[in-house]
């Protein structure tokens, strides 16, 4: 019985990793040939220290809210459930959001760069949902 749900934790733990690293990798375009990965915006924030008002922005302290809750699951010996589940809807705003663009205008390289976060969150899902 010990090993079992000792893989369960390794599971969770491993899909919460994904989730993050997956959230990484969404895609955004806006203007005429404006566009950059989720990465490549977190890095412009953090490396501007005299625009730290875009920081408190709803669509930028949620998901690192998320984020920083999936990451403290990642040093739990049993990742706690409500953490996992909270950290997942943290950056589902994001994300989801990402997927409604991309399926509002047809864009395929949107779609495709949310894919991965959504698979990996319907997984949570259902790890964390069983009992």
């Not at 993050?20 to 220290?49: P, R, T």
């Not at 408190?56 to 690192?64: A, D, F, T, W």
């Not at 809210?65 to 409500?82: D, E, N, S």
Request: include cysteine; charge should be positive.
């Amino acid at each position: 019985v010990h090993l079992i749900y000792t893989d369960m934790e390794q599971r969770k733990k491993i899909v919460n990793i994904v989730i993050v690293l997956s959230s990484f990798i969404g895609y955004l375009e806006w203007g005429k040939n404006q566009h950059a990965y989720i990465f490549q915006v977190i890095f412009d924030l953090f490396s501007k220290k005299d625009d730290l008002e875009a920081l408190i922005h709803p669509l930028i302290i949620i998901p690192l809210v998320g984020f920083v809750i999936l990451m403290t699951t990642l040093f739990q010996q049993k990742p706690k459930r409500a953490f996992s589940l909270i950290g997942l809807a943290c950056l589902s705003t994001i994300m989801l959001l990402l997927l409604f663009i991309g399926l509002i205008k047809m864009n395929p390289k949107i779609i495709i760069s949310t894919l991965p976060f959504v698979i990996a969150g319907v997984i949570s899902i259902r790890i964390n949902w069983k009992k």
